[in-house]
């Protein structure tokens, strides 16, 4: 179908058959009427981000459609927004409309299908209801292309009725009237549709752009894979019990400056928490275990080192004790397999220099290389220890008056700091024939991964359902019927 412009004798073609009541000359934009073939007057070519052709083709809902018009509509002084009509070549018609990088795809629908409520302000098509948005004046700003019906330059009144992504708008212009039922689409369709790649930004909320989550398929998705983490976690918790799979006492003078390989061991069932327990009688002193987690059949290596420490002495008058002769500790989400431990430790050695105090007094001091001074109490077998001399000297609890009885007169300091060469007979290394216990269990699954993620779960929903309601506070901002309250 093709057109000769009366003013300029331009061929205008268009690759469908339809009746053009009046068309926009593509060359010198005169506004002709096909009846009398005169041109009424010049249109403004639409340029401000028009992005499809007169003529260029898209499929959408399956059809092929073909832009027949381009009309730019003005509202004010600077607002603007553009309508597509298009056209499939069985005459059925599509509306997009375009504004701020947010589309609608329209179509007519009857006027009497859509009913409005008593207070205006509500409206039903379909058994939706539809709350009234806002009220828009404009006129056409330029256009171009095909129309079917005669253009109106007069102003035109739009009134849209929203329901989340979908609204009815009423259009009325002079005394006619017609009722368009739209949709949001996202520019990703229309890209796909029409094959282009460069479309108008984005800026604000539109009238009806959804929400960047689909709350309902968020529910759904979370539902369901919270139900299976419950199923799994309840199998595998149920299914498992505490398991010891390494128990053993080892001299510290046979992994001394070496590594001892435990015997193997085998997990199996999920992965789970291996929890290890160190233990080795101590007295002021301290032992390092180095432990390593070997998987046989990857050589994957978890290492942990951990240092043991108890002290205990008396100062001021008052006893203290710091540290434990246990450490545990948690190597997490062992898998199941065939394992192994490396397993070296050592433990402070003290050298003591006992001093001179007989039987009789019932007393033996030292001091290790640390500087703590150590009284024995020869009769019970305990040693009660001080940070220093001074502390040892000045306390007034019932040790400190028994080494005053057994040392009376005598410069403590000067006991403890005899020469040690001279002193060889009563410089002594204790032999250390003492051991490390180590323990170590597999144990159920643990639930705190899983409340972790439930909770996570949890939170982003209510996140999301608190954004979704602020978005749709920002949507509605601009209209004066909003069913949200307006700061």
């Known amino acids: 179908m093709h057109y000769t412009c009366p003013v300029c004798n331009t061929e205008n073609n ?4 339809f009746r053009v009541e009046e068309y926009v000359c593509k060359s010198c934009s005169n506004h002709i009427d096909i009846d ?19 003529g260029q083709k898209g499929i959408l809902q399956g059809v092929e459609f073909t832009v027949i018009s381009i009309v730019i509509r003005k509202y004010g002084t600077h607002i603007f927004w553009r309508e597509y009509a298009l056209k499939d070549k069985s005459g059925n018609d599509l509306f997009l409309s375009e ?13 009497e299908k859509f009913i409005l409520g008593s207070s205006k302000t509500l409206g039903e098509y379909n058994g939706k209801t539809y709350r009234w948005y806002e009220t828009t004046d404009c006129n056409i700003h330029s256009a171009a292309g095909f129309f079917e019906d005669t253009l109106k330059f007069s102003l035109a009144t739009y009134k849209e009725y929203v329901n989340g992504t979908d609204m009815i708008s009423r259009e009325q212009s002079g005394s006619k009237i017609e009722y368009f039922k739209g949709q949001h689409i996202s520019k990703n369709e229309i890209k796909k549709a029409f094959k282009i790649s460069n479309l108008p930004s984005y800026s604000g909320i539109g009238i009806v752009q959804p929400f960047y989550i689909n709350i309902k398929q968020a529910i759904n998705i979370l539902c369901i894979t919270a139900l299976l983490i419950c199923l799994m976690q309840t199998y595998v918790y149920t299914s498992r019990a505490n398991n010891t799979v390494f128990q053993e006492s080892i001299f510290f003078k046979n992994i001394e400056n070496k590594e001892l390989i435990s015997k193997s061991f085998t997990f199996s069932g999920g992965s789970a928490p291996l929890e290890v327990r160190a233990y080795t009688a101590l007295d002021n002193s301290w032992a390092n275990v180095q432990l390593s987690l070997v998987n046989e059949k990857t050589n994957e290596t978890t290492y942990v080192s951990k240092d043991i ?3 205990s002495g008396v100062e001021g008058g008052e006893s203290w004790t710091e ?17 192994h431990f490396v397993i070296s430790a050592e433990k402070q050695k003290i050298i003591e220099t006992s001093i001179a105090g ?21 009769a019970t077998q305990e040693t009660t220890s001080f940070g220093d001399v001074k502390t040892l000297e000045t306390d007034s609890g019932a040790i400190g008056r028994m080494v005053k009885q057994a040392f009376p007169n005598k410069n403590l300091d000067s006991l403890l700091n005899v020469n040690p060469i001279a002193q060889t007979p009563n410089l002594e290394t204790k032999s250390d024939e003492s051991s490390i216990n180590i323990t170590a269990t597999w144990l159920p699954v643990s639930f705190w991964n899983f409340w972790v993620i439930i909770i996570l779960m949890v939170a982003f929903f209510v996140l999301c359902y608190v954004a979704r309601y602020y978005f749709n506070v920002s949507k509605w901002k601009n209209s004066s019927n909003s069913p949200y309250p307006q700061s």
């Open 14 to 17: 268009i690759d469908l058959t």
């Open 358 to 378: 007989s039987a009789t007094d019932g007393i033996t001091l030292s001091k290790d290389p640390s500087g703590i001074i150590n009284v024995l109490n020869n």
């Open 323 to 339: 540290g434990s002769e246990t450490e545990e500790f948690n190597i997490c989400g062992v898998a199941s397999g065939t394992y």
């Open 99 to 111: 504004s701020d990088g947010h589309w609608v795809l329209l179509e007519t629908i009857p006027k």
């Open 309 to 311: 420490e108890k002290y």
């Open 36 to 54: 009398q073939n005169i041109s009424k007057r010049i249109v403004k070519k639409p340029i401000e981000n028009v992005v499809l052709e007169i």
